[in-house]
């Protein structure tokens, strides 16, 4: 309970109020500006400063439906949108640790760029480390001839080229040219031989086909031109019947490729170039990059092909190369800037500055969970949902995206409108490297924690997450951390049964009361519960059905217990502990309003000033209305219960 007292504040001050009020600047422009400061679209200079900080939805009040068609992006400052900056500042710093060859195992990629968006604001766009560093594998070039890595630099997307496929693909089914339940057999006859008549569009979308992940024989050894490999393609034998497994097969893709080219009559190139690169003005996009590109392309592999060394602005995978460098599961060339303009599309139902490019129902077929008998492996059209391997702190049921193996990731989270994106050169100039999950899942992790969350009735909270190891700033979280009461109950001097505040009074012999609201956000494998001592905190027991874990809609939840009267020799105290696993998804834990009562007396609050709570991992949050400490407000009155 928090039972604040009316506050009388002089005119002064509600100016001070309403001067801030009037100055909070807008999350995005429906025509382009916004109020309080000069917004610049994506790829322009940022706007001039605000005086006050901005409001955000809070990530503890999921948005339902599609952001508003007119949503364009534009660059903000964490700040001005109501996000804390310290999470999304500590994975930029952390971004050129990765790039940084000294620091050994922490080494990921020789450069990267990353951008990351909220409710229509860019609020971080960085690039750093080499876009090209290696003359060969072993070899550096000298720090004259090697390119940095710059905001705009290109990027071979991989796999995320398999997304462009699947809009492609969604396309055809508006326009009538496909259906999502129909065997591709009726449009590609030739693939009905080797018991594949059955499989459906939809399986080739969902990895459900029952095909293999690669094509039989590798498409560059297949002489005889681009009609020798589609038939290699074509007669792919299943290893399951269809929709009875589940595997990520880059053989699905190439079909779809097929299909598309088929019922269309044109290339996939000129597809993804009409339908949705030309509408979304997404000019840095493509297949088979021009030479006037090159400047700006980061370096891949070095590969062994005919007059090639390290591989820049030729498609890193072997069987899109095989393909001509245009393929359903890679090939595509671009930049953060673009797919930022793709993933905000997606966010407003299919449409970007009045360009369509899909209906919202195809939209919300590209999140519709596909594959929920196989768990672990949730799949939408094209899209894989809700992996926290590399969502981080983004991860939920609805949100979609994919990886790519030359380092690249999008993930889109539609509940809070944010979407990270990670365009990365890991396979420069060799392809065995460490995994980028770790930067991957930090992004999202980063995006995830700057959204505030705010505690019910506004009170004082605490916070608790995963973390992959490193330390950084604002709600960092960790691994096993405790949040502790004092000693709730002291035994009066000569008593053995009647129980004492932490103020010293005489209770009565009723049951404990306990009650908090918790917001837990986390893997299914990580554990948030209340626990009790009564030896002083030497021992600590579980207090019955307090655990939680996993997703809980982002909504905060009421937790209640009842402990008995006692007696209690040694004194009571409480304690709330997180355990995560590395890595973890998810955002983490938060924790307020904790009250313990017995009777119609308060022995706890957590609200008071000099509630007594020791926090071992976990952080104290600031206040959750900035406006009032801004205008220098206390926080309402005394809460219920204090002395």
């Known amino acids: 309970m928090r039972v604040s007292a009316y506050v009388i504040v002089p005119a002064s001050v509600l100016v001070v109020v309403a001067a801030l009020l009037g100055s909070v600047p807008l999350s995005h422009a429906r025509d382009g500006s916004t109020a309080g400061s000069r917004a610049a679209p994506v790829g322009e200079a940022a706007g001039g400063p605000v005086t006050a900080p901005g409001v955000s939805r809070g990530f503890d009040q999921p948005a339902r ?23 999304i500042d500590a994975f930029l710093r952390r971004l050129a640790d990765w790039t940084d060859p ?67 693909a969604m396309q055809q089914v508006e326009a009538g040219r496909l259906r999502l339940d129909v065997p591709v057999a009726r449009y590609l006859p030739a693939f009905a031989a080797d018991g594949k008549g059955g499989i459906t569009v939809e399986q080739l979308l969902t990895h459900t086909s029952g095909l293999p992940a690669n094509p039989p024989t590798p498409l560059w050894e297949v002489s005889g031109g681009l009609s020798a490999r589609k038939q290699v393609i074509l007669r792919a034998r299943p290893f399951a019947r269809p929709g009875t497994r589940y595997r990520y097969s880059d053989l699905n893709m190439l079909i779809m490729q097929l299909l598309l080219e088929k019922v269309t009559g044109d290339r996939l190139d000129t597809l993804v170039q009409e339908g949705i690169t030309e509408p979304l003005r997404m000019r840095d996009t493509a297949y088979n990059p021009p030479a006037a590109w090159r400047p700006r392309i980061a370096a891949t592999a070095y590969a062994p092909r005919p007059g090639t060394g390290v591989l820049r602005g030729s498609v890193h995978d072997d069987n899109a190369w095989a393909m001509g460098g245009v393929a359903g599961h890679a090939g595509l060339f671009s930049t953060v800037d673009d797919l930022a303009v793709l993933a905000q599309t997606l966010l407003n139902g299919g449409t970007y500055r009045g360009r369509r490019i899909l209906g919202p129902h195809s939209v919300e077929l590209l999140g519709r969970n596909y594959t929920a008998r196989f768990p672990g492996n949730e ?64 992004a999202g992790q980063a995006l995830a924690r700057s959204i505030p969350v705010r505690a019910p009735g506004g009170g004082r909270s605490w916070f608790d997450g995963p973390t992959d190891g490193e330390g950084s700033e604002g709600e960092t979280g960790g691994q096993g951390g405790t949040l502790t009461s004092g000693q709730l109950i002291r035994v009066a001097p000569g008593r053995t049964t009647r129980p004492r505040d932490r103020a010293g009074r005489l209770g009565t012999r009723g049951p404990l009361h306990i009650r908090y609201d918790a917001f837990v956000d986390t893997d299914a494998s990580d554990l948030f519960v209340l626990e009790r001592s009564t030896d002083g905190g030497h021992t600590w027991q579980t207090v019955p059905q307090t655990a939680r874990s996993g997703y809980h809609r982002r909504t905060w939840q009421r937790a209640r217990a009842t402990l008995p009267a006692g007696p209690y020799p040694q004194g009571l105290r409480l304690r709330w502990r997180y355990a995560g696993t590395a890595p973890s998804g998810g955002r983490g834990v938060n924790l307020s309003g904790v009250l313990v009562t017995e009777g119609t007396r308060v022995l706890f609050n957590s609200d008071c000033p000099d509630a007594p709570l020791t926090a071992r991992g976990w952080q104290p949050l600031p206040p959750p209305w900035p406006l009032a400490t801004a205008a220098g407000l206390p926080y309402g009155g005394a809460p219920f219960g204090c002395r």
């Open 65 to 87: 439906g599609f952001a508003p068609a007119d949503t364009v992006l534009l660059r903000r400052t964490p700040r001005e949108v109501g996000l804390n900056p310290a999470p």
């Open 379 to 442: 799949h939408g059209l094209g899209f894989e949902l809700d992996q926290a391997w590399y969502m981080g702190g983004l991860s939920s049921p609805q949100t979609l995206g994919h990886t790519g193996f030359t380092g690249t990731s999008l993930v889109i989270d539609p509940q809070s409108r944010s979407f990270a994106i990670l365009l990365a050169n890991r396979v420069h100039p060799k392809d065995e490297t460490p995994s980028t999950n770790p930067a991957r899942r930090a």
């Open 102 to 168: 000294a620091r050994g195992a922490g080494y990921l990629f020789p450069g990267a760029t990353a951008l990351l968006a909220h409710d229509g604001a860019v609020v971080a766009r960085r690039a750093s480390g080499d876009a090209v560093r290696y003359a060969r594998p072993g070899v550096e070039l000298p720090p004259g001839e090697r390119v940095p890595a710059r905001p705009d630099t290109i990027y071979d997307l991989a796999s995320l080229s398999k997304l462009f496929t699947t809009l492609v």
